[in-house]
């Protein structure tokens, strides 16, 4: 059995809805009317499943802690969910559940040398025949979309969308998780129609399958859709339209990206308040690759990774800037800084924070999987918060600066809302003091510190010394070093889990009334590994917990919720406010989850 589908990695069997918990310490005030979510695969039925899987595998699930005022507000009661995020190849796998497979191919397929041409014909057709029968009436949901929305959960217009490269957002509601039915940029399924004009993003015909990738920001929902076609990636601009049914002005729907000759690997972008950044990174799809027995999915280190900056509503001003091959997942903040001076009245400079890996292994060694080799810097993987700047100033497209801010392993980003797409100060992030995050191989990866780094202090300290590009570094200490010598002024501020606790990723609620930006709390889902078994399998009766950290002194841990049972470790979260909560459009009706799925 793969690693990433034991030990807490594994799937939990029991949904719940609104059960009440037990805290340890004091909820603060701010949570009150507030809800953490976070969404991660759990594959739904027990299959047999031929061949390698991935992590990123895994039906859709959503895990969330409601902070619900008591009557008359005198305290704060925490209440667990988790629900199925209601896919169509969910439901349809509910209605077929003797499948010895996942209707989807693994992401594992594509990255298996050891996968050949009619093995992969063979998964291909399966999946097509599932699809086509679905659509001629034998299963009771037809299969529109391939996706499992397992990834992230943001908000936007009034709306909570689970998201996943492999299909468009999927709203659910909160605080009960509910799903309501596929977004399409202008409405959601499961909405009321009223007069609005419902036509919204994506391709007609096969490819809708296989495209509508999603990220968010505060008031436009910025979306690229990566197909395996010419031009491989289009992108679209979804504006807030409040209450109204008409559509803005300002609305770009599928406008082709220029400048990317192939098919490739595209997990996030940036985006400021007037750029995007796409990246192109030499982690091509390469269908050829079959016939001699390769990845289909294939890293190229002799290439160059490139970045497309654009105004955010004229793609068709894209400027291409080229650097060394690299790996980047997560991007972490992107923001401009506007001429000043003699430049006054020029283009900006576009500043972004990334995730930056010096090669694939990642995505290899969560398939359990032998990553491919990639010369590296001394020899040692890198999963590093890095930093660059375009400078479009000048005629010519060179980085002005790329460098890593710290040497830690940094991976799982986190930017508190209010501070995205600014020179914002604090980032925070999840580290491991064993390894890398890509060095995986021969054991899973596991988050036992959660990072606070001023980035903006380290940026200026950059550029006041000049790191050398591309393999320099402004601090150079280890996790270790930095526990071990604790500052009251250190840039980098370490909560160590205890030993044998894990964590997953966080997210910032500030305090209120507060003028500082680190002044708040850090939320996040962790686990006790004490409660796995000799063979390192999870007891029946094992429980997570979500602990609320003081993000200003990365030390004190205010509150303990202790959850009905434990939260798988899984991908990408968010913190939803009680305004965002109350706010959401309304809902006419609910997907409905099969009876089969268990329920406590």
Request: hydrophobic share 35%; aromatic share 10%.
């Amino acid at each position: 059995m793969s690693r990433y589908m034991s030990g807490n990695f594994a799937p939990v069997s029991e949904t719940h809805s609104s059960e009440p918990c037990y805290c340890i310490g004091s909820v603060p005030e701010e949570l009150s009317g507030g809800q953490y979510v976070r969404n991660g695969g759990n594959p739904a039925i027990e299959v047999e499943i031929a061949g390698k899987t991935h992590w990123y595998d895994g039906d859709g699930m959503l895990s969330g802690v409601y902070f619900r005022s008591s009557p008359g507000g005198a305290h704060i009661v925490a209440e667990y969910s988790n629900q199925y995020v209601m896919t169509d190849v969910l439901l349809a796998t509910m209605d077929h559940p003797t499948l010895d497979e996942p209707i989807p191919l693994s992401i594992a397929t594509l990255l298996d040398p050891h996968v050949t041409l009619g093995q992969f014909l063979k998964r291909l057709w399966r999946m097509s025949k599932v699809i086509a029968t679905s659509y001629l009436e034998f299963y009771s949901h037809t299969i529109k979309r391939i996706s499992v929305a397992n990834t992230n959960i943001v908000y936007h217009d009034g709306r909570a969308l689970a998201l996943c490269e492999s299909g468009p957002p999927l709203r659910v509601s909160l605080p009960d998780l509910r799903t309501v039915g596929w977004f399409n940029g202008l409405i959601s399924e499961g909405e009321p129609m009223g007069d609005t004009d419902t036509s919204g993003f994506g391709a007609s015909g096969f490819f809708r399958l296989f495209q509508e990738m999603t990220t968010a920001h505060t008031q436009e929902m910025i979306i690229f859709h990566s197909v395996f076609i010419p031009p491989y990636v289009s992108y679209s601009v979804i504006p807030k339209r409040g209450k109204t049914s008409s559509r803005p002005a300002n609305m770009l729907l599928n406008v082709p990206v220029p400048g990317l000759s192939s098919p490739k690997v595209m997990h996030d972008f940036g985006v400021s308040r007037k750029y995007t950044v796409m990246i192109d990174l030499p982690l091509t799809v390469k269908w050829s690759n079959l016939w001699h027995t390769k990845p289909v999915v294939s890293f190229d280190v002799s290439s160059k990774a490139a970045f497309g900056v654009f105004p955010r509503h004229n793609p068709d001003q894209i400027r291409w800037f080229h650097t060394e091959a690299c790996c980047i997942f997560h991007t972490v903040n992107t923001w401009d800084t506007e001429p000043t001076g003699d430049e006054k009245g020029l283009q900006p400079r576009v500043n972004m924070l990334v995730c930056r890996m010096n090669s694939p292994a990642i995505l290899y060694t969560t398939a359990d999987l032998d990553p491919p080799v990639v010369p590296a810097q001394d020899g040692i993987p890198q999963c590093r918060l890095y930093f660059y700047q375009f400078d479009l100033t000048r005629p010519w497209n060179i980085i002005s600066h790329q460098w890593a801010l710290s040497a830690i392993p940094f991976e799982f980003p986190h930017v508190p809302k209010q501070s995205t797409m600014s020179e914002t100060r604090y980032v925070y992030g999840c580290s491991t003091t064993e390894g890398c995050f890509g060095t995986a191989l021969g054991k899973a990866v596991k988050i036992d510190c959660i990072v606070k780094v001023d980035a903006k202090g380290l940026i200026q300290q950059g550029l006041e010394t000049s790191p050398e590009p591309i393999f320099g570094c402004v601090d150079c200490r280890s996790v270790q070093e930095i526990v071990q010598d604790r500052k009251s002024n250190d840039p980098i501020s370490i909560f160590r889990l205890p030993t044998g606790w894990y964590a997953q990723e966080c997210s910032f609620v500030p305090r209120q009334g507060t003028v500082d930006e680190d002044d708040g709390w850090l939320l996040s889902f962790v686990f006790d590994e004490s409660q796995l078994d000799s063979a390192g399998e999870a007891m029946s009766n094992a429980r997570s917990e979500l602990w609320i950290i003081d993000a200003r002194d990365m030390q004190t841990v205010a509150a303990r919720v202790v959850l009905p049972q434990r939260v798988p470790y899984g991908m990408h979260g968010n913190w939803f406010s009680r305004e965002e909560i109350e706010d959401q459009q309304p809902v006419e009706s609910y997907r409905c989850l099969p009876e089969k799925v268990g329920h406590s």
